[in-house]
């Protein structure tokens, strides 16, 4: 059974970073791109962004040049870095397969607020 495992977030104030992980059981790390997700209450979730398993990765415009992604194909895990923080990057965040395939993970809350 696959499963996620995803850490790191807390409460930063803007302008502030956090870096999440997601550890991923399984054999399936390496078989498909990877994406980081992200819900709001009363929203859909959405996709932050994705690497493959050859590390290019691409985020949602929103994003981009303040959040970076990483994995670590030797510890099946993919990390998130986020620079910048923004009130309106609140939200839960979660990790799957690109597209998710898999059960989600209890995800990690990322609360941006001064």
């Known amino acids: 059974q696959v499963q996620f495992v995803e850490s790191g977030g807390g409460l930063v104030q803007p302008g502030g970073s956090l870096r999440l992980s997601c550890a991923a059981s399984?054999?399936?790390?390496?078989?498909?791109?990877m994406g980081w997700y992200r819900q709001t209450l009363g929203k859909q979730r959405e996709s932050v962004g994705t690497?493959?398993?050859?590390?290019?990765?691409n985020y949602v415009d929103s994003v981009k040049g303040r959040f970076t992604i990483s994995r670590d194909n030797a510890k099946n895990t993919v990390y998130l870095q986020m620079d910048s923080l923004k009130p309106e990057d609140t939200a839960v965040y979660y990790c799957?397969?690109?597209?998710?395939?898999?059960?989600w993970g209890q995800g990690t809350q990322v609360t941006v607020s001064s």
């Open positions: 690497i493959t398993d050859g590390g290019s990765t």
């Open positions: 799957n397969t690109k597209p998710a395939l898999y059960t």
């Open positions: 399984g054999t399936i790390f390496t078989a498909f791109p």
